[in-house]
């Protein structure tokens, strides 16, 4: 009987491996359906977790929760609603004021905010008379009710924003002691990212073994690509030795296929299968990138710019604008009327912070270190497109490479 669950369920385990990817948690509450549907299906995929991935499952009355650790830090992998570091400071005071109440407990936010100005004294004094203070707050708060950490009862939390003596009455639900994530050591030497990044070299050669399995697998599995330099070579080394099995479990787990190359390696979905955020997308900005990389593969391949060892290719700021400038000039009449109509500084800053977010490219001080996917992931517009400007170039659609 057993079995034959297991392999009902193997026809599920894509969707559900895929819901706890895409969501910061799945809760009872929120969505009963999904999270027993997801509970079911726990079997397929609790091995993926556990082994290859090295994560931790949270399985409970209330919530399933997928604690997505990555192997190194990147900016898009913060809280999105969050504009500034204080929001961050509200929201960890916000969890320890949660952590002392009751599940079903109700509170006044005036009761919040003075428990805020005693918890962040000495860190980040409160001052709810600033108006930058009242809107970083009712940010958290609005994030707060999107992830089910609490509801409301009475009021509107965007009140708050324009007056400091709003007053709104919420209820805890009791998700806060599942929120942060549980590290299984002792972090309180740890005092900057990289400290925590640091866990994936700790141990003996064995644990070290295990370890570089698990950044793999995490690495391809919520960023864009994994790449390796000539004096890095163990990331390479397991990938080309285990490509057949990488291939096969993320593939029945997200579905899609592992591309490697020689100096880096993709976990590519199906178009039929694509979740979350992906590149390319219909968008101008999408199209705009891969018109620039196709230029810039161009470039880089009649020898214009020099490659690397590890195919990466660095650019000035002033080469960097005058591609963007020839790209813009080019092919700006097929955009949309918002990316024509932007400055070229304002979509040079569009453009980096796109393609840095998909790891195609790294802004430093003296400009741009482009990587391997520049060549991989470019489109351009059909021949016939060179005939047509104006309106009409808008309905023609880009071709992906």
């Known amino acids: 009987p057993c079995l034959t669950v297991c392999c009902f369920l193997r026809g599920m385990e894509m969707n559900e491996f895929r819901y706890l990817l895409d969501r910061f948690w799945v809760t009872r509450a929120e969505n009963k359906e999904l999270y027993f549907s997801v509970k079911r299906a726990l079997p397929c995929y609790r091995r993926l977790i ?38 961050y400071c509200l929201l960890c005071g916000t ?63 965007e009140a708050f924003g324009n007056d400091q003596t709003q007053e709104v009455l919420y209820e805890n639900t009791g998700l806060s002691r599942h929120f942060p994530v549980h590290f299984g050591r002792d972090i309180m030497h740890c005092n900057s990212i990289e400290d925590f990044e640091a866990f994936a070299w700790e141990g003996e050669d064995a644990e070290r073994g295990r370890q570089r399995t698990q950044r793999v697998y995490r690495q391809l ?22 490509r057949a099995w990488l291939n096969r479990y993320l593939g029945e787990a997200m579905g899609g296929e592992l591309h490697v190359h020689k100096n880096g390696a993709f976990f590519v979905l ?29 470039q880089i391949t009649a020898g214009i710019y020099p490659r690397g060892a590890d195919d990466t290719v660095f650019l000035t700021r002033r080469e960097f604008q005058r591609e963007m400038m020839q790209c813009h000039t080019q092919y700006a009449a097929g955009w949309g009327r ?29 400009g741009f270190l482009l990587y391997p996917a520049v060549g991989k992931w470019i489109g351009h517009y059909p021949a016939r497109y060179q005939d047509r400007v104006g309106e009409e170039a808008e309905d023609e659609p880009l071709e992906d490479a």
Request: charged fraction near 25%; aromatic fraction near 8%.
């Open 221 to 242: 599995t919520l960023a864009p690509a994994l790449y390796w330099s000539e004096q890095d070579h163990s990331d390479y080394d397991y990938v080309k030795n285990q």
């Open 95 to 157: 969890l320890l004021f949660l952590s002392d109440l009751d599940d079903g407990e109700q509170f006044l936010l005036s009761s919040l905010t003075e428990a805020l100005e005693a918890l962040l004294a000495e860190l980040q004094p409160m001052d709810w008379t600033r108006f930058s203070h009242r809107k970083s707050l009712v940010r958290v708060l609005r994030y707060a009710q999107q992830t089910g950490l609490l509801l409301v009862y009475d009021g509107v939390s």
């Open 270 to 298: 199906d178009a039929e299968h694509r979740f979350g955020a992906v590149h390319p997308r219909d968008s101008a900005i999408s199209d705009a990138a891969l018109l620039l990389c196709a230029q810039l593969r161009d």
């Open 338 to 366: 918002r990316l024509r109509e932007l400055s070229l500084d304002k979509l040079a800053q569009e453009l980096i912070s796109y393609l840095s977010g998909w790891m195609i490219l790294e802004p430093q001080a003296e």
């Open 50 to 87: 556990n082994e290859q991935l090295g994560w931790n499952l949270i399985v409970n009355e209330s919530v399933v929760k997928l604690e997505k650790v990555p192997p190194k830090a990147m900016s898009w992998m913060g809280i999105q609603e969050f504009q500034e570091s204080l929001d």
